[in-house]
């Protein structure tokens, strides 16, 4: 069987309408969230995007500072926001040797983002590499949102195969690919450059050595 990763609970405080610590705990199989219109539930699909390195573009906010709880007339406003997520890791499929990993993110107020992996602060871009081992990062179709299978499903073929591209992965191998062309692009430019700041300093290296050959020679004819 292909290996496979669970997401077995999602942990937040002050995130969005979550001011108090909440834990979600997710069984195997499917799970269905359910609740009156304005419970949350949306947040917690928008607490995994964010804690997933979702930068803004789909949590339904103007700024980033938003996802922090703004406070209430009962409660006041936080001071950050705080989403771990637990991911069964039995099979490996994140990179990690350990069978559970927390993937947590924090923003303060100030706009100071952290990412934690079990607990000990990393980069993002060490976040996305980790998740795009498993394909759980920087694919559209993670999430499918009401109106997304429709919309699909009245695409021409043409259109329909960047969207086949996405989910077997493809594209992301080819963004790759750019990435790295770019970084070669960049190293043979200043291979380049290099080449010409030598070009530049080896006759002035050559004159250096005759001038100490002369001096040389004038201090052993002095000698004699």
């Not at 498993?134 to 969207?163: H, K, T, W, Y």
């Amino acid at each position: 069987m292909p290996a496979s990763a669970r997401l077995r609970g999602l942990r937040l405080v002050g995130f969005k309408s979550f001011a108090e610590k909440t834990t979600v705990e997710f069984g195997p199989g499917i799970s269905a969230v359910v609740g009156p219109n304005g419970s949350g539930k949306s947040n917690l699909a928008d607490a995994i995007r964010w804690a997933l390195g979702e930068q803004g573009r789909s949590l339904r906010t103007r700024k980033s500072e938003d996802v922090v709880f703004a406070g209430s007339a009962s409660r006041h406003a936080t001071g950050m926001a705080d989403v771990t997520l637990v991911i069964d890791n039995e099979d490996r499929l994140l990179p990690v040797d350990y069978a559970e990993v927390d993937l947590g993110r924090r923003l303060y107020r100030s706009g100071e983002n952290e990412y934690l992996l079990n607990r000990t602060r990393v980069r993002l871009r060490d976040l996305q590499d980790l998740l795009a081992e498993a394909n759980l990062s920087d694919n559209a179709f993670l999430f499918i949102g009401q109106g997304m299978v429709d919309q699909a499903l009245s695409l021409r073929p043409e259109e329909r195969r960047p969207l086949f591209e996405e989910v077997a992965g493809v594209r992301r191998h080819e963004r790759r690919r750019r990435a790295a062309e770019g970084q070669l692009a960049e190293a043979e430019s200043n291979l380049a450059r290099v080449r010409d700041i030598l070009g530049e300093l080896r006759p002035r290296a050559r004159r250096l050595a005759a001038q100490a050959e002369q001096e040389a020679a004038r201090q052993t004819a002095g000698e004699d």
